[in-house]
């Protein structure tokens, strides 16, 4: 059994863990690697390399911000202002990863010795 798991462990990419602990969609994971693979961009810069609308866009962006895969700077233009959007490098996101997994197995291994002591 544990080989078995090993070897389905081998075959993740980091986009299935991505996936898997983040909860990220695809069009965010899409985003996430257009900014890493073509550097910054606006919303609108963005949308059209992913072929997507501008809102689709906003709300992937606004969500790998909050998972802290991207972060933006704000531009000021002739009229008004845009957001320039930044992918964090892939040790950042490994780093997140394991941060969460290792929350997530302490709570476990609390859960699984409170689960032992209850049970009677």
Do not use: H, P
């Not at 299935?16 to 990220?24: E, H, P, Q, Y």
């Not at 969609?25 to 690697?33: A, K, L, P, S, T």
């Not at 892939?90 to 197995?105: F, G, K, M, P, T």
């Amino acid at each position: 059994m544990k080989e078995f798991i090993i070897n389905r462990l081998k075959k993740f990419t980091i986009e299935d863990l991505m996936r898997c602990i983040l909860g990220l969609q695809e069009i965010e994971i899409r985003v996430y690697f257009d900014l890493l693979e073509n550097g910054e961009g606006s919303v609108l810069e963005i949308a059209e390399r992913v072929n997507r609308d501008r809102t689709t866009v906003q709300k992937a962006l606004r969500s790998l911000m909050n998972c802290g895969l991207v972060d933006r700077r704000k531009v000021t233009e002739k009229v008004g202002y845009k957001y320039i959007y930044n992918a964090v490098d892939l040790d950042r996101v490994s780093d997140i990863i394991e941060e969460l997994l290792d929350d997530w197995y302490q709570n476990v291994k609390k859960w699984l010795t409170y689960f032992r002591e209850n049970r009677k």
